[in-house]
């Protein structure tokens, strides 16, 4: 299984980003997949999560101005990240919500600063 991130860049306050993660190797559709982040000295967290059914849950300081989504055929999962904050600074990986993960991508990085 691989997973490959993109879509990361620089970004001003309040400005967007599309994530994108293609996965190969694996039966995509059949597992929940989740958007983590890490930023520098805090551990990983779990940012937005979308079921087999496309049921969909986000932290609550991402709700409302992140969406995630999937598209089976293209075993890719989205995220669209808008109003961005200092905050959200962090690098963003994929995988899936729960144990066992698959070995985690490179991830890609985001930072929103002015």
């Known amino acids: 299984v691989q997973l490959v991130e993109s879509g990361g860049g620089l970004v001003q306050p309040g400005g967007s980003l599309r994530l994108s993660c293609a996965a190969s190797?694996?039966?995509?559709?059949?597992?929940?997949m989740t958007w983590y982040r890490q930023a520098p000295g805090d551990q990983r967290e779990v940012v937005a999560s979308?079921?087999?059914?496309?049921?969909?849950t986000y932290i609550d300081s991402v709700k409302g101005r992140f969406t995630i989504s999937r598209d089976n055929a293209k075993t890719t999962v989205y995220l669209q990240m808008n109003n961005l904050k200092p905050e959200d600074t962090a690098v963003y990986y994929c995988?899936?919500?729960?144990?066992?993960?698959?070995?985690w991508g490179q991830g890609t990085q985001v930072t929103v600063s002015s």
């Open positions: 979308i079921s087999d059914v496309h049921v969909t």
């Open positions: 995988n899936r919500r729960f144990e066992p993960h698959f070995p």
């Open positions: 190797g694996t039966i995509f559709s059949i597992y929940t």
